[in-house]
């Protein structure tokens, strides 16, 4: 698949992106307090890594293959843990931080999809965008469900 120069800019745009959200959700799945916050961090991780894998067969030239389904990213089942009030605040603070970063990366998709000329990255990349929408509902019914939001 050839890129055009904006294709190959809006990319490597991308997978700065998603290296971004790897490291940073690898790192708060062990910061986080509670073993449901620290499974939705580290299935987050997985399942961004997997969209930079994407990212990067896309800059070397191969043409993306379809995925159907969501992105298998689920909630982990809901547990009673108590959280110290300083703990509690952390995981706040990180949960708050993903959202965001999630609100962000979303709009990066949304752009480079609208700006490719290839039909098989723009599927892609909006099935990715996509994903990316659940990982931040997935955040905020968490942040929800145990009062952080």
Do not use: W
Request: net charge neutral; charged share 30%; proline share 2%.
């Amino acid at each position: 698949m050839a890129l055009t120069e904006k294709e190959r800019y809006l990319l490597e745009d991308l997978k700065q992106q998603e290296q971004i959200c790897v490291d940073k959700y690898s790192e708060y799945a062990q910061r986080a307090s509670t073993t449901q916050l620290k499974n939705l961090f580290s299935a987050i991780s997985q399942a961004e890594q997997g969209h930079l894998d994407m990212v990067n067969g896309m800059l070397a030239g191969r043409t993306p293959s379809e995925k159907k389904g969501k992105s298998g990213t689920k909630l982990p089942t809901p547990r009673k843990e108590t959280a110290r009030s300083q703990d509690k605040k952390l995981d706040a603070y990180l949960c708050a931080d993903a959202l965001a970063t999630e609100k962000h990366v979303s709009s990066v998709y949304d752009t480079s999809i609208f700006e490719c000329c290839s039909e098989s990255m723009r599927q892609a990349l909006s099935q990715i965008e996509s994903q990316e929408q659940h990982h931040g509902k997935l955040l905020y019914d968490y942040m929800s469900k145990n009062g952080i939001c």
